[in-house]
């Protein structure tokens, strides 16, 4: 037989197009900014994650310029041998202040933080307890790793009792607990006091994987700040590719931790290391969250008013305690027909449909930013209610 | 809508009175085996049911809500009376012993008094025979009583069934189409799964929740999935080398028994001892009498899909007679992670309350999805 070595890739792409499940890229042409040009449009940016519009700030723009003059446009290297630049070490140590921990470590990426630390924390003969729902660079991590995955229920502590209670009963050497702090999909919040106190009791770790918490809650500072369970939570995991409007992974806790970390983090070590520009807007970013409270405040202000008035309309908000507002649908060819209509009004809201959700949860999911104006959340809001009763959905 | 001036709704039940009498005796289905099942130790079950069904419908206070039609004797009218409904028989079976035909001529004198569902007392068999004679002008509704209930057309208890009848009284449950799935009994007793779809019938439609999360980006294939979960429980197994190993049926378990050396079959329950295989397809009798010998004992299940049962369908054998004598941590429940998510909830059912409740005092169960891998999830 006569192989086709790459026949394959067509064959399983057209199963994901008969299907409709492969994505189709929208592109931006110009910043990421809450009104931004969108293949010929200008629409006003309802799915991005700039929640602070800082992607675009003056003073991140600049601190990365200077980076470039001062130190070039790449790192030359991974941190373990020669690509460890002082703006690194810089950055980690106002992360840590920032967080009020220890010690942080800045990855590549949050995806890199949580695939090259999660498997070295749990190990053979150890138990994992991940919330069903977790983000999928926590499943990729936990993958890699030879300790037993128990998956909870979403946010059910009594289904996470009865995990600890199972791992306990076997013996597990170390348990951790691993959850988003935000769930992406509905904008609920981990239990993080709950979820501490269970650890404490059975001797467990626990990670929060904070991407969409960090620069929105706590005053920016995350869930460890909102709950008031800063030191209970061992590991706080970040990203600067969402409110912080860069790119970026970071961890925070113990020094020990951080030791750790950097010596056995296979994405740490084995990858190169950020460019001088994105290490100094990420500083250039807690330094803006630090001095310019007006960003988060307005965040919220705009995510009031906006779930307000759409449930005001007559849309089913879902339960989201965040600035991520679900706007229910239910079937999900009414969800894309929404988002296609919503579009050619100037609104840009993505529709999440099945399998990313249930069947008959299909959604468009919206998210707020800092930067949008009273009258950009207005027309927002007619176009909602415009195609909303156009297809019926109010 | 076939309404009375009094605002009652005209229904039917018929009762198929040896459905789910072959589970027990390790017979799968009692198509033309009746007598056989009897002859094995069985006893009627479909009776009982219908009394659940109908006690519930009382407890909501629903149950004179209904003008009921029904077939005479063992065939409905008994239990109707047993409950103080008052009742139309339409239809008389011409002998004791009563047959698919029966099942057929009862549904077809419903329809043609007017009634606006058929609710029935039995397995797939006895679906497909209400089917054929209502052929989609009502909705049919199924209370599992058989041994095989793949259908679509069943609620998941006889009290679920109580209640999605209180949902369509209140508008809350509408008709929609459901798949009719039976196996060729023949060839099921035999070890044979040939499973066939007789086509979509209308029944009562709750509106159910299906969560994926985002396990099911997990990119491995589906043998690879099994293998993991064949390797986990092989080495759990391991830890007691001297335990009576007991295989429920389904191809998941059957997967394992296979890694483990045996041919183990695909729809019996299977005993292994220290390896080997010590009675295949085994009846509950059997079950006990190996248990009696050997008390420490693990038993190997998956749930039926999206019913989510781990007992008390397609595995009568594993009784609650059975079910006394094993400790629920040695039950070990598996499952691939693409039948979890359509699959909410676990659940048991049986005969015994005191066995369902020492099920359902656990409140979550483990089931294995991986290697190294489970997946909590309620139970009841
Ligand atoms: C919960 C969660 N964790 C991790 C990540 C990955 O972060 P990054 O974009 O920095 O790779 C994301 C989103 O991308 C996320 O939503």
Redesign the pocket.
């Given at each position: 037989m006569k192989r086709d070595p790459c026949g394959f890739l067509k064959a399983e792409y057209q199963e994901l197009v008969d299907k409709s499940f492969n994505w189709q890229l929208r592109t931006l042409e110009g910043p990421s900014a809450p009104r931004a040009k969108v293949e010929g449009r200008k629409v006003i940016v309802l799915c991005s994650?700039n929640y602070l519009n800082l992607s675009n700030h003056p003073k991140l723009k600049e601190a990365a310029k200077k980076a470039v003059d001062s130190h070039g446009a790449g790192s030359g290297s991974v941190r373990a041998i020669a690509g460890n630049m002082d703006l690194h070490l810089q950055l980690e140590k106002k992360i840590a202040e920032f967080k009020h921990r220890e010690a942080a470590l800045y990855y590549q990426?949050?995806?890199?933080?949580?695939a090259g630390l999660l498997p070295q924390l749990v190990g053979e003969g150890d138990a994992v307890l991940t919330d069903e729902l977790?983000?999928g660079?926590?499943i990729d991590g936990l993958r890699l790793t030879k300790a037993k995955r128990a998956i909870y229920p979403h946010n059910d502590l009594a289904g996470l009792e009865s995990a600890l209670k199972q791992a306990d009963a076997e013996k597990a050497r170390r348990i951790m607990i691993v959850s988003?702090?935000?769930f992406?999909m509905d904008g609920d919040l981990a239990r993080a006091p709950d979820i501490c106190r269970l650890a404490e009791d059975f001797g467990a770790m626990t990670y929060f994987?904070d991407?969409?918490g960090e620069g929105v809650l706590g005053g920016g500072r995350g869930i460890g700040t909102h709950f008031n369970v800063e030191g209970k939570i061992h590991v706080e995991?970040g990203?600067?590719?969402?409110a912080f409007g860069v790119?970026?992974?970071l961890i925070a806790g113990s020094q020990g931790l951080v030791n750790f970390a950097y010596n056995k983090s296979r994405t740490w070590l084995l990858s190169g290391s950020a460019p001088p520009a994105t290490a100094a807007a990420c500083m250039a970013a807690l330094d803006v969250l630090e001095k310019e409270p007006e960003h988060v405040k307005r965040l919220w202000e705009n995510t009031a008013y906006f779930k307000k008035e759409m449930q005001g309309m007559g849309f089913d908000c879902g339960h989201s305690e965040t600035p991520i507002t679900p706007v229910m649908l239910g079937e999900s060819a009414l969800a894309k027909k929404m988002s296609e209509r919503m579009f050619q009004e100037g609104v840009f809201a993505l529709p999440i449909v099945f399998p990313m959700v249930a069947k008959d949860k299909a959604r468009i999911r919206t998210i707020m930013n800092a930067g949008l104006t009273k009258d950009d959340l207005n027309e927002a809001l007619r176009a909602f209610e415009k195609v909303g009763k156009e297809l019926k959905a109010i | 809508m076939v309404e009375k001036e009094n605002g009652k709704r005209i229904v039917a039940l018929v009762v198929n009175p040896i459905a789910g009498m072959g589970g027990k005796v390790a017979l799968k289905g009692t198509d033309g085996v009746a007598e056989e099942a009897v002859k094995r130790g069985a006893t009627p079950i479909a009776h009982s049911k219908a009394l659940h069904f109908l006690s519930k419908l009382k407890e909501l206070g629903i149950l004179d809500r209904f003008e009921w039609r029904t077939a005479a004797g063992e065939m409905g009218e008994g239990a109707l009376r047993e409950c103080g409904a008052i009742s139309t028989v339409s239809y008389s079976p011409q002998k004791r012993q009563t047959t698919s035909e029966d099942t057929q001529n009862a549904s077809k004198s419903f329809l043609s008094g007017g009634c606006a569902l058929v609710i029935f007392v039995g397995g797939d068999g006895t679906a497909r025979d209400v089917h054929s004679a209502v052929n989609n002008k009502v909705p049919i509704l199924g209370i599992p009583s058989g041994v095989k209930m793949h259908s679509g057309v069943f609620a998941v208890s006889p009290e679920a069934a109580a209640e999605l009848m209180a949902d369509w009284l209140g508008g809350k449950a509408g008709a929609q189409e459901g798949e009719l799935i039976d196996l060729d009994e023949e060839l099921y007793r035999k070890g044979e799964w040939k499973v066939m779809n007789f086509g979509l019938a209308l029944t009562l439609f709750e509106p159910s929740y299906v969560q994926l999360g985002k396990e099911m980006y997990e990119a491995a294939s589906h043998e690879d999935v099994l293998d993991g979960i064949a390797d986990h429980v092989i080495e759990a197994l391991a830890k007691t080398p001297d335990a009576l190993v007991i295989m429920g049926p389904g191809s998941t378990v059957e997967f394992i028994g296979k890694k483990m050396g045996f041919e183990k079959t695909l729809l019996g329950v299977d005993c292994a001892l220290g390896r080997k295989l010590v009675a295949k397809d085994a009846d509950e009798k059997t079950i006990l009498s190996l248990l009696g010998k050997h008390p420490k004992a693990k038993v190997i299940v998956s749930p039926i899909g999206s019913q989510g049962f781990i007992f008390g369908r397609g595995n009568l054998q594993l009784s609650s007679a059975v079910m006394r004598l094993i400790d629920l941590q040695d039950i070990i429940i598996v499952a691939t992670p693409a039948k979890l998510a359509s699959t909410p909830d676990i659940r048991v059912d049986f005969d015994d309350q005191e066995v369902v409740d020492k099920f359902n005092r656990k409140k979550y169960i483990p089931i294995v999805a991986g290697y190294h891998s489970s997946v909590m999830r309620k139970i009841g």
């Open positions: 994650n990426t949050g995806f890199a933080a949580n977790n983000h660079s926590i988003d702090g935000v992406s994987d991407a969409h995991m990203t600067f590719s969402k790119v970026g992974g | -």
